[in-house]
């Protein structure tokens, strides 16, 4: 357990400190991580690691300079020399009119109780038993699993204070837990990896570990003896499982740094169509349980569900205070990334939608970084299946499938309904007109 009063009055020791020290405005952050992480590998142990981390951080405003300095250390002499570091850096930056804390009526006095905290009394012992069941329902589904990079499992419990000098302080523990199987199938000289994987808040919502190890299996074999294909345009649907990706190209240009920077393709795009009429994406950082919830941002701004994207129109950006301001906004609440994004579904599972595609290639393994925040041009090596008749024929490999950002938001035909509940992004398969696709 974390002794919340004590890491409570932590914060509350570098805020006077920081004061009494000379700044204006001040915030501070303080937070402890420990977790157990085990690793099995052909019925071996190959790791078993327990970690535990701590650390403060605080960021001083001098006027409009501003400075800040982080630590391990959380003893009374550390505070102070911490916050010292961190008013002389304060001293010497330029003066910024943007700086300074979020807006104190935005901070998130009274924020919901979002269920994030579920330890998992888990031994060693046990963990150790989970990845060799995971692992062991991997390798025993094909006699073609010859290999395997391993079952893992992992506990994770953490707390988080964040507070601030205008009376601010909010805090939260929360827990993660996962379980994963990578596993290499083989097939005369045609080798391929793949994995599968759970994550939840609590352990009870993990999914079965013979299913993950099944799972892991059925995805390495189903690749095996790939083919190239022929260079064209073609449509494509992306799998859910990599779908995501174009969400989070989608936020990269619309965050606030990208915006004042002039450094994305979608500038001056709010309040502009730029999906389909029927795509729509909100927020939601109050969802119970989610892996993505979070009462207050990094700033301690509280947290709200909104839509960034309605109706095809582009209604809103990614802010934290400091971009806001440059852009004479206001935050988003956004400090530290977003929460929960809900790309809203259709009727249609993946089978649908490939039987709506009839012909064309299903993507599910994207490859590279070849992406233009800038103009969108988007260029990445991928893997999947040729579909003939709404079927899948045969695994594809060795492919680049290359577009535009602004295309393919436009070009989206569907959105499915198979998307993976323990996702940041809960977006299913994604159906595009066409992409060019680049094989022999």
Known sequence: MFDKAALESLVHDLLREAKAQGATQADADVSI???????VRLGEVETVEFNQDRGLGITVYVGKRKGSASTS??????????????CGIARYTAEDECSGLADPERMAYGYPDLDLNHPWDLSAEKAIDIATACEDAARSADKRITNSEGGSVSTHEGFRVYGNSHGFVGSYPTTRHGVSCAVIAQDGDTMQRDYWYSSARASSELLA????GKRAAERALRRLNGRRMATGKVPVLLAAEVSGSLIGHLLAAIRGDSLYRKSTFLLDSLGKKIFPASFHIHEQPHLKRALGSAPFDAEGF???????????VLCSYVLDTYSARKLNMTSTGNAGGTHNLLVASGDKDLAALLRTMDKGLY??????????KVTGDYSRGAAGFWVENGQIQYPVEEITIAGNLRDMFASIIEVGNDFEPQRNVRIGSVLLEQMMVAGA
């Open 33 to 39: 991580v420990k977790g157990l992480s085990v690793t």
């Open 73 to 86: 250390d959380f003893s009374a002499q550390a505070v102070k020399e911490t916050v010292a570091a961190a």
């Open 209 to 212: 570990v013979d299913f993950i």
């Open 302 to 312: 509280a947290t709200r569900g909104h839509a960034i994207v309605e109706n095809g």
């Open 363 to 372: 993507v599910t393994e994207l490859m590279g970084q070849g992406v233009n």
